[in-house]
């Protein structure tokens, strides 16, 4: 398989992408990552960009998330919000969990705001919704479709049984 090619090749499976727990509240359009490649400093940063980074573009897909590397002394992030102003981020010497527990509890949603719009997401009050759990057990109950063929016989010219006998 070529996607289990190369460095940590876990960090490209749909489990892990989906394990992230970064979702960045609405109002933040642009994330930008500064950190060198080199220096003990920009450790924590790299370590954060490597594990981290593929889950928060995974995550939020409406947020432009970029890296500009060895183009600053210390590592941070920045951020850019939709009213114009900006967050600045100071990432010096942290380590990676430092790192994102920080940017999870500064610029991500609260856990009960996530809850929330999951259960809106999946609404159970849809018409077209059938199956277990919903107001209709099968789609012979929606008006309009075909009755179930237990109860109402279908034509035999519907039914493969007999296709071959009509010709």
Same mark, same amino acid.
């Given at each position: 398989?070529?996607? #289990?090619?190369?460095?940590?090749? &876990?960090?490209?499976? %749909?489990?892990?992408?989906?394990?992230g727990k &970064?979702? !960045?509240? *609405? =109002? &933040?359009? @642009?994330?930008? %990552?500064?950190y060198n490649?080199?220096?003990?400093?920009? =450790?924590?940063?790299?370590? !954060?960009? !490597?594990? /981290?980074?593929?889950?928060?573009?995974?995550?939020?897909?409406?947020?432009?998330?970029?890296?500009?590397?060895?183009?600053?002394?210390?590592? $941070? %992030? =920045?951020? $850019?919000?939709?009213?114009?102003?900006?967050?600045?981020? *100071?990432? *010096?010497?942290?380590?990676?969990? =430092? &790192? /994102?527990?920080?940017?999870?509890?500064?610029?991500?949603?609260?856990?009960?705001?996530? /809850?929330?719009?999951? #259960?809106?997401?999946?609404?159970?009050? +849809? @018409?077209?919704? !059938?199956?277990? #759990?919903?107001?209709?057990?099968?789609?012979?109950?929606?008006?309009?479709?075909?009755?179930?063929?237990?109860?109402?016989?279908?034509?035999?010219?519907?039914?493969?049984?007999y296709k +071959?006998?009509?010709?």
């Amino acid at each position: 398989m070529p996607f #289990m090619k190369g460095a940590a090749p &876990i960090r490209r499976t %749909i489990q892990y992408l989906e394990a992230g727990k &970064i979702v !960045f509240k *609405d =109002r &933040i359009k @642009i994330v930008s %990552i500064h950190y060198n490649t080199l220096g003990e400093n920009h =450790r924590g940063t790299r370590d !954060f960009v !490597f594990w /981290h980074l593929p889950q928060i573009q995974y995550k939020n897909p409406d947020v432009q998330v970029m890296t500009l590397k060895n183009m600053t002394p210390t590592p $941070f %992030i =920045r951020c $850019f919000m939709s009213d114009g102003k900006d967050l600045l981020i *100071d990432v *010096d010497n942290r380590d990676k969990d =430092r &790192i /994102h527990d920080h940017v999870l509890q500064v610029l991500g949603k609260p856990k009960e705001t996530l /809850h929330m719009e999951a #259960m809106a997401k999946e609404k159970k009050d +849809n @018409i077209a919704n !059938f199956g277990y #759990m919903c107001e209709k057990h099968c789609m012979c109950e929606i008006f309009g479709q075909v009755p179930c063929p237990a109860v109402v016989p279908l034509p035999k010219s519907w039914r493969g049984k007999y296709k +071959n006998e009509e010709s």
